[in-house]
T-cell receptor
Framework: GDSVTQMEGPVTLSEEAFLTINCTYT??????LFWYVQYPGEGLQLLLK?????DKGSNKGFEATYRKETTSFHLEKGSVQVSDSAVYFC????????????FGTGTRLQVTL | ETGVTQTPRHLVMGMTNKKSLKCEQH?????MYWYKQSAKKPLELMFV???????ENNSVPSRFSPECPNSSHLFLHLHTLQPEDSALYLC??????????????FGPGTRLTVL
């Protein structure tokens, strides 16, 4: 079945550091890929998505590129801020009667001054 | 109200109580979901409703009973829960398309504690 593997956290960075959170996937067909973010005490919010190979999703300075050859969708940001501290989830959808999201375990990011 | 709302935000219940979680989506979507989020575990998909019909039930114990009276509302009825059912319960909705690929919109969740 479909699966998503994320790097273990927590990830602790100083403000303005470069961020990479690795995500790889296993899926049949051509899934769509997503990054969701969860701030403390809140539900999940879509951060960015890509629906086909070589697409780059971007939002709020975050980017991720759909790499079919390496089955990866790594999240990057050039300069993190304290306000980026949250849990980040990589996910994919399979096709079918209703879009079903398969999530990774989440990676907690802590950004300090 | 906009987006996906959930009530209550926090709930404490005993093992013999009966309670219900409510979710409402204001996005005109045609599919709704219940997820369970426990500490240090991946999000677990519990139920999927598409066009008000349950299309998926991921081996969830019968003490959890979903109800979808219309495309905008989703309930999760709880009875005789166990302490290990304590978790954050998230509701989500999407506009399902034949080709898939649409993102899900999440509510803020209900933090459930079972004593």
């Amino acid at each position: 079945g479909d699966s998503v593997t994320q790097m273990e956290g927590p990830v602790t960075l100083s403000e303005e550091a470069f961020l990479t959170i690795n995500c790889t996937y296993t899926a049949t067909g051509y899934p769509s890929l997503f990054w969701y973010v969860q701030y403390p005490g809140e539900g999940l919010q879509l951060l960015l998505k890509a629906t086909k190979a070589d697409d780059k999703g971007s939002n709020k300075g975050f980017e991720a590129t759909y790499r079919k050859e390496t089955t990866s969708f790594h999240l990057e940001k050039g300069s993190v801020q304290v306000s980026d501290s949250a849990v980040y989830f990589c996910a994919l959808t399979s096709t079918g009667t209703a879009s079903k999201l398969t999530f990774g375990t989440g990676t907690r990011l802590q950004v300090t001054l | 109200e906009t987006g996906v709302t959930q009530t209550p935000r926090h709930l404490v219940m005993g093992m013999t109580n009966k309670k219900s979680l409510k979710c409402e989506q204001h996005l005109g979507h045609n599919a709704m979901y219940w997820y369970k989020q426990s500490a240090k575990k991946p999000l677990e998909l519990m139920f999927v409703y598409s066009l008000e019909e349950r299309v998926e039930n991921n081996s969830v114990p019968s003490r959890f009973s979903p109800e979808c009276p219309n495309s905008s509302h989703l309930f999760l009825h709880l009875h005789t829960l166990q302490p290990e059912d304590s978790a954050l319960y998230l509701c989500a909705s999407t506009q399902h398309l034949a080709g898939g690929g649409n993102e899900q919109f999440f509510g803020p969740g209900t933090r459930l504690t079972v004593l």
